[in-house]
T-cell receptor, first 117, second 111 residues
Framework: GAVVSQHPSRVICKSGTSVKIECRSLDFQATTMFWYRQFPKQSLMLMATSNEGSKATYEQGVEKDKFLINHASLTLSTLTVTSAHPEDSSFYIC?????????????FGPGTRLTVL | DQQVKQNSPSLSVQEGRISILNCDYTNSMFDYFLWYKKYPAEGPTFLISISSIKDKNEDGRFTVFLNKSAKHLSLHIVPSQPGDSAVYFCAALGGAQKLVFGQGTRLTINP
């Protein structure tokens, strides 16, 4: 149980375009989803936290107008990178926590590799 | 400001020996610590955790030690197996309930 999927696993796009990444909890209801970004050889950095049905809470330094997060249902959250630039190229990982989970339980998706040309 | 630090980017250990991965933190408000294992192009998978009220937690071949006064924790894997080769992340949780990760240590188990 507690499987989280992400789609796509890899995406290449041109500079200036927008890219949408989906994060799904497959066998549980995710009341909270988290979005992380990992640059090569660096730690996972939390970008934002989203609770189903409410606006996402962004970490300091993360542009909410650039990284649009929607958590419209208990099994799906999306991250849209708008007007992507090469510096947005990174590995994006989501995680999910269910209503029955303790606060320290997060289940991670496999990640999405974004390359902006 | 890196609140969770893994100062060794890589570690190489002989199969069958003990692997010791270290992690230091600076924020005394952290009260729960976790270790994750990560393969390339995959998300982290939970390995073992420890609450700040304990100093040791063991699960099979994996043991995590916490030294609160030194703000240091370590993960011991014994005996090490080739399948343990991966990147290991230390993470901490505090009142904000947000995971703060270290930079990771790449563990290579040599046959």
């Amino acid at each position: 149980g507690a499987v989280v999927s992400q789609h796509p696993s890899r995406v290449i796009c041109k500079s200036g375009t927008s890219v949408k990444i989906e994060c799904r909890s497959l066998d549980f209801q995710a009341t909270t989803m988290f979005w992380y970004r990992q640059f090569p050889k660096q730690s996972l950095m939390l970008m934002a936290t989203s609770n189903e049905g409410s606006k996402a809470t962004y970490e300091q330094g993360v542009e909410k107008d650039k990284f649009l997060i929607n958590h419209a249902s208990l099994t799906l959250s999306t991250l849209t990178v708008t007007s992507a630039h090469p510096e947005d190229s990174s590995f994006y990982i989501c995680s999910a926590r269910g209503s029955a989970s303790s606060y320290n339980e997060q289940f991670f998706g496999p990640g999405t590799r974004l390359t902006v040309l | 400001d890196q609140q969770v630090k893994q100062n060794s980017p890589s570690l190489s250990v002989q199969e069958g020996r003990i692997s010791i991965l270290n992690c230091d933190y600076t924020n005394s408000m952290f009260d729960y610590f976790l270790w994750y294992k990560k393969y390339p192009a995959e998300g982290p998978t939970f390995l073992i955790s420890i609450s700040s009220i304990k100093d040791k937690n063991e699960d099979g071949r994996f043991t995590v030690f916490l030294n609160k006064s030194a703000k240091h924790l370590s993960l011991h894997i014994v005996p090490s197996q080739p399948g343990d080769s991966a990147v290991y992340f230390c993470a901490a949780l505090g009142g904000a309930q947000k995971l703060v990760f270290g930079q990771g240590t790449r563990l290579t188990i040599n046959p």
